[in-house]
């Protein structure tokens, strides 16, 4: 029977596990903090910003929020970035994408200290998983590779296919599988023969953007596949759009030994892994260990 890897349970677990672990920091006057930057009103960005702080304070964290107007240049922004650099209270940076089109999100990236970088997006944080140097890995891969835990698939050895190239999922993604001894390869729209190569897999992370591209007769029977796609097409029966994932999911589901859904399953995972990295920056800066409540997950 077909496991579907439900991303909000391993979520919330990984959260409580979170919390935990800043409680046993509370007893050495440690509160890990995370300030999120917002630049424009994107109402997508809005909701992620919201959901964002409230995950924060619940998990015991300090938030802090900077939502500036669409109007602030580039050179104001990277003034508040190095000012978040060197607060003590600070442990975690992330600057909301999309940004307006007046300022180069890499700049930003760029200028965000490596060591408060919990999107895992500097140079230095890819360089380094890229060597098996330890840093702050990409959430949404992250994510991904806790679920991949959780179906207690062994991954050495196995053939694994991501599509997708991009530097926030595709290319990390395809490191962390690596790590892990699987054999990989990345793929994208326009491979030749995408369908083929899939179902050599067995290991499928969809990473590439475009609704139901992967069909079910590509998966490989009892292959393992990870949906990161959130797509809104059409309109479901209530008036508003309808999400899938890049995974066609009924008729992957009966090839599948598990699949995750969308939504509830990579999506979820994405903010628990930021609070994640939080933590570990928070213990890196002072040079102590993470506490110990994660072998179940990482």
């Not at 300090?62 to 939502?67: N, T």
């Not at 698939?153 to 490191?175: D, H, Q, W």
């Not at 029977?221 to 995974?247: F, Q």
Request: glycine letters at 8%.
């Amino acid at each position: 029977m077909t496991q579907i890897i439900d991303g909000k349970q391993i979520a919330a677990q990984f959260k409580d596990a979170i919390a935990e672990a800043v409680a046993d920091l509370g007893t050495q006057d440690i509160k890990p903090g995370l300030a999120v930057v917002l630049v424009g009103d994107d109402p997508a960005s809005d909701v992620y910003v919201r959901n964002k702080g409230i995950s924060t304070t619940k998990a015991g964290m300090a938030s802090f929020e900077f939502r500036l107007p669409a109007s602030t240049s580039e050179s104001e922004l990277l003034e508040l970035i190095e000012s978040l650099n060197n607060r003590d209270d600070v442990d975690g940076i992330l600057v909301q994408s999309p940004v307006p089109d007046h300022i180069n999100y890499q700049t930003i990236v760029d200028t965000i200290s490596p060591t408060k970088d919990v999107d895992g997006f500097h140079p230095i944080n890819a360089g380094n998983l890229l060597i098996g140097k330890d840093g702050f890995v990409a959430c949404t891969p992250l994510g991904c590779s806790i679920l991949l835990k959780q179906t207690n698939t062994e991954l050495s050895g196995k053939n694994a296919i991501v599509i997708g190239r991009s530097t926030i999922v595709g290319k990390p993604m395809a490191m962390l599988l690596l790590q892990s001894n699987c054999t990989v390869t990345i793929a994208h729209s326009r491979t030749v023969d995408l369908a083929a190569k899939c179902r050599e897999a067995d290991i499928v992370v969809a990473a590439v953007g475009i609704p139901e591209m992967v069909k079910g007769d590509w998966i490989k029977p009892g292959a393992v596949v990870i949906d990161v796609g959130i797509n809104r097409v059409g309109t479901s029966e209530s008036g508003k759009a309808k999400l899938v994932g890049d995974v066609e999911y009924a008729s992957a589901y009966q090839n599948a030994s598990a699949i995750t859904p969308v939504p509830g399953g990579v999506g979820p995972m994405t903010i628990a892994c930021l609070l994640y990295n939080t933590l570990k920056a928070a213990c890196a800066r002072r040079g102590i260990a993470v506490p110990d409540y994660f072998s179940d997950f990482i």
